[in-house]
């Protein structure tokens, strides 16, 4: 199983709880409460379209969310690069790091853990 397919269930989840709302009131018309369950806590992966209408429910673009979770990803994945490295970081990309993990959804970028202490290994 995908570790970033998993984390679209978690990230459902996270978004559910976020509006109060009850998986049976996310699932109705999609899918059972006990299979919202199982996507949430990464048992199974579902259908890209059942994603989409899901997060649908919650008024969120599942295609968007996706495409700037990935490039987000991207970005952290270089900077950790540069940090094995030695490489220097500028200052413009400490920025968009700190950004980054401020966001709602940084704990589900499946990014190395030694991105989150940054600010220890950058004098």
Known sequence: MDKQQQSWGKLLKYYRQKKKLKQD?????LCTPSYLSRIENGIVIAEYALYE???????IDFSSLQHDISEHTAF?????EKLLSNG????????????????????EL???????TVDICIP
């Open 76 to 80: 952290m994945e270089a900077v950790y």
């Open 88 to 107: 220097a970081i500028a200052e413009s990309d400490r920025e968009l790091l700190t950004t980054l993990m401020q966001n709602e959804y940084s704990v």
């Open 25 to 29: 009131e996310v699932a109705t018309g």
């Open 110 to 116: 499946q990014s190395p853990p030694s991105l989150f």
């Open 53 to 59: 209408q899901l997060f649908a429910k919650l008024n």
